[in-house]
């Protein structure tokens, strides 16, 4: 994800939709230097899947790198207070 500018943005910011839901993730307004970015919100990801990649070599400080052993956890229900999920 980047910036107005081009630049890639600070972990933070790369990293705030990341945990899965069954929700849309919000939508932001960041401002570089005066000038407005908007970051749509991502489409829910009611999935975790060890076997995906969480690591890039471009942001090596923003991830992580799993071992892809076949984990996954699928959020099965969600209310505003908790959720259901299934580990298999």
């Given amino acids: 994800m980047k910036?107005?500018?081009?630049?890639l943005w600070r972990a933070r910011v790369q990293v705030y939709d990341a945990p899965f839901s069954l929700k849309k993730a919000d939508s932001l307004k960041l401002h570089v230097n005066g000038?407005?970015?908007d970051i749509k919100g991502a489409k829910a990801?009611?999935?975790f899947d060890d076997?995906?990649?969480y690591w890039y070599s471009e942001l090596p400080n923003h991830g992580v790198k799993l071992p892809g052993v076949g984990v996954?956890?699928?959020v099965d229900r969600q209310t505003d207070t908790g959720m259901t999920v299934s580990v298999s």
């Fill in 3 to 7: 910036d107005v500018n081009g630049n």
């Fill in 35 to 37: 000038t407005r970015s």
């Fill in 45 to 47: 990801n009611p999935l």
């Fill in 72 to 74: 996954k956890i699928h």
């Fill in 51 to 53: 076997t995906k990649t």
